[in-house]
T-cell receptor
Framework: RKEVEQDPGPFNVPEGATVAFNCTYSNSASQSFFWYRQDCRKEPKLLMSVYSSGNEDGRFTAQLNRASQYISLLIRDSKLSDSATYLCVGRRGSTLGRLYFGRGTQLTVWP | DADVTQTPRNRITKTGKRIMLECSQTKGHDRMYWYRQDPGLGLRLIYYSFDVKDINKGEISDGYSVSRQAQAKFSLSLESAIPNQTALYFC??????????????FGPGTRLLVL
């Protein structure tokens, strides 16, 4: 079983919609989590860090549920520019721990 | 100028050839990483280095070697390339911020095709 699992999608939503992605992790020792965004054929870029129960940044909200071992990303008022692949990433243990990447969830926002 | 650069950006090679992928960074970070990305598999860690004298294997190091020539440079070598090493390769760097948290910054990637 992969360390981090996420639904690959694709998710196709209209502009203005709210969309949510879930990600589950298998190792309860995982301490911190991240959402990265990756555009087609480009490098991943950090979108949000999730260190405690959750984090909010504008239209984006990330939540962490340690009891159920899942992380979610909520995007409100979707924009065309939100179309990308969203990578769920976990770190086991301390800040020296390696990152474990999910396979990514593909989002397409249509006009 | 980009903070993390990779050369070449695209490479086609033949089975059995030795090739080197290079990564340079101007961020002054101590930590550097090499990942490969395959469709449907996500990013997988090949090797990582926490400083010039430190080299560590990742989850898929077989068939690869690395060299940390300086703080700013981290090279990945395929001693004898094989077709299943066809992938998108990313270099990344990171450091700890004032709060002890780490963010990884990725280079633009190298597309490698092994025939």
């Amino acid at each position: 079983r992969k360390e981090v699992e996420q639904d690959p999608g694709p998710f196709n939503v209209p502009e203005g919609a709210t969309v949510a992605f879930n990600c589950t992790y298998s190792n309860s020792a995982s301490q911190s989590f991240f959402w990265y965004r990756q555009d087609c054929r480009k490098e991943p870029k950090l979108l949000m860090s999730v260190y405690s129960s959750g984090n909010e940044d504008g239209r984006f909200t990330a939540q962490l549920n340690r009891a159920s071992q899942y992380i979610s990303l909520l995007i409100r008022d979707s924009k065309l520019s939100d179309s990308a692949t969203y990578l769920c990433v976990g770190r086991r243990g301390s800040t020296l721990g390696r990152l474990y990447f999910g396979r990514g969830t593909q989002l397409t926002v249509w006009p | 100028d980009a903070d993390v650069t990779q050369t070449p950006r695209n490479r086609i090679t033949k089975t059995g050839k030795r090739i080197m992928l290079e990564c340079s960074q101007t961020k002054g970070h101590d930590r550097m990483y090499w990942y490969r990305q395959d469709p449907g598999l996500g990013l997988r860690l090949i090797y990582y280095s926490f400083d010039v004298k430190d080299i560590n294997k990742g989850e898929i190091s077989d068939g690869y070697s690395v060299s940390r020539q300086a703080q700013a440079k981290f090279s990945l070598s395929l001693e004898s390339a094989i077709p299943n090493q066809t992938a998108l390769y990313f270099c990344a760097t990171s450091d700890l911020d004032e709060e002890g948290q780490e963010t990884q910054y990725f280079g633009p990637g190298t597309r490698l095709l092994v025939l």
